[in-house]
């Protein structure tokens, strides 16, 4: 698969960049768009990340990319917060949906620095509420990330596979006057369960779509949601509550199962701008979980945001440092990672 999806992206002029570090993860970047297309464990093929069926041959690849929509190609990528102001051109109303191309795929460009490499997009994008334009500059690169569990003598006997990644992510507000925030998120293959620890019992806000009530489930320490419907939802969790890992735990081929953890900083202090549809002065969402099940694709995405910078924060630039740890495995040896990890609830 690994392979197939490099040779695939290169026959359609979409060159893909592969690092490979030292405890052997492969981590495929691919510059149009800015994403770490794929994560792969050790001497595997398996994708931990999902990416769009039409990419699985250069046909349909070409097919894909030639066309007018959204070129969702999947994995980890990068937008920018408030929502409100960057993807709805006529908010309040939220009839028309639209990925800025500034954005996604934008314009990446392959920098070298050092000894490594990062990926670097610069653009002026329009606010639809203020009407302001805003001038910036997102960067990103990938490091290695050791298996938080090395460590752990309780453990050893673990039978898993495990794959991870550090993600830099700066963003640089030129000009405009605006706060602004990073965006990172993770598409994974459908009908997972998100596991969020949180520090209090608190209650996720409900974005858009409805939420089954045998889907979520909310504990004292503990969000847990099922993301299998059809349809498309969205919640979201407070920057105050959440202890900054979430977890997704999903069915893998050869009856195992993945768990995919994003490790990242939260701070309460921060602002954070992006804010439900229907109510824009509610700050302070840090966490989102999205499961399309659509036209867009099926995939599930496991969303953070960062502190905002421009007017109102004191600073015009931030960099974000945040961890995937990814592994595979058996059913009972995923649930002992999900133990050491993020909660006893497991079953």
Avoid at 154 to 174: I, K
Avoid at 292 to 319: I, N
Wanted: proline share 7%.
């Amino acid at each position: 698969m690994k392979q197939r999806l490099i040779d695939t992206l290169s026959d359609v002029g979409k060159p893909t960049r592969l690092y490979d570090t030292p405890d052997g993860t492969s981590v495929l970047a691919l510059p149009y768009g800015g994403r770490v297309l794929g994560l792969f464990a050790p001497g595997s093929d398996e994708n931990f990340y999902w990416t769009h069926p039409a990419l699985e041959s250069a046909d349909s690849a070409a097919k894909f990319y030639a066309g007018s929509e959204w070129h969702n190609s999947g994995g980890d990528r990068t937008w920018l917060a408030p929502e409100v102001d960057f993807f709805f051109p006529n908010y309040p109303k939220t009839d028309v949906y639209w990925q800025p191309r500034e954005l996604d795929p934008g314009n990446y460009q392959v920098v070298v620095v050092g000894d490594g490499e990062c990926l670097t997009n610069r653009a002026t994008c329009l606010l639809s509420r203020s009407k302001a334009r805003v001038e910036v500059e997102i960067t990103k690169s990938v490091a290695p990330a050791q298996n938080p569990l090395r460590h752990e003598r309780s453990l050893a006997d673990l039978a898993v596979e495990y794959a991870g990644y550090t993600q830099r992510t700066s963003l640089s507000l030129l000009s405009g006057d605006a706060p602004i925030g990073l965006w990172n998120l993770i598409q994974m293959p459908h009908g997972g369960e998100l596991l969020v620890p949180t520090y209090v019992k608190t209650e996720p806000k409900r974005v858009f779509g409805a939420v089954g009530p045998g889907d979520l489930a909310v504990d004292d320490r503990l969000i847990r949601y099922r993301m299998r419907a059809e349809g498309a939802q969205k919640i979201a969790v407070r920057a105050l509550a959440v202890t900054g890992r979430i977890g997704y735990l999903v069915p893998a081929r050869n009856d195992r199962w993945a768990l995919i953890v994003r490790n990242v900083f939260v701070n309460p202090s921060g602002l954070y701008v992006d804010v439900p549809w229907d109510d824009p002065d509610d700050f302070g969402y840090a966490l989102q979980a999205c499961h399309v099940h659509s036209g867009l694709g099926t995939f599930s995405e496991l969303e953070y945001h960062v502190p905002a910078v421009g007017p109102g924060t004191g600073r015009a630039s931030c960099e974000d440092v945040a961890q995937v740890w990814a592994f595979r495995g058996g059913r009972e040896a995923i649930e002992r990672v999900v133990r050491s990890l993020l909660s006893p609830v497991v079953s």
